[in-house]
């Protein structure tokens, strides 16, 4: 398991960038999200994410970065 500090750099690298992300948002849901990550916390806990909806919208949100799982860049800046 990476420090507080290796995770929040892997986050700071990837400001700006889509991902694909893993995480379990509630009990039995383990699906694959969009996501632009938009910014993390000074302290590295925490990571603010532009969320993509299926229907073409975005919102944010402030997750813990330790239950995230990137499966793959997508690209840079949109």
């Known amino acids: 398991m990476k420090s507080v500090d290796e995770t929040a750099q892997v986050f700071r690298d990837l400001v700006g960038k889509r991902v694909l992300i893993k995480r379990r948002w509630w009990v039995g849901d383990i699906s694959l999200t969009e996501a632009k990550i938009v910014e993390v916390s000074p302290s ?12 073409g919208s975005t919102f944010y949100d402030w997750k813990e970065v330790y239950p995230i799982e990137i499966v793959e860049v997508l690209e840079g800046e949109v």
């Open 44 to 55: 590295g806990e925490y990571v603010k994410l532009e969320i993509y909806r299926s229907d």
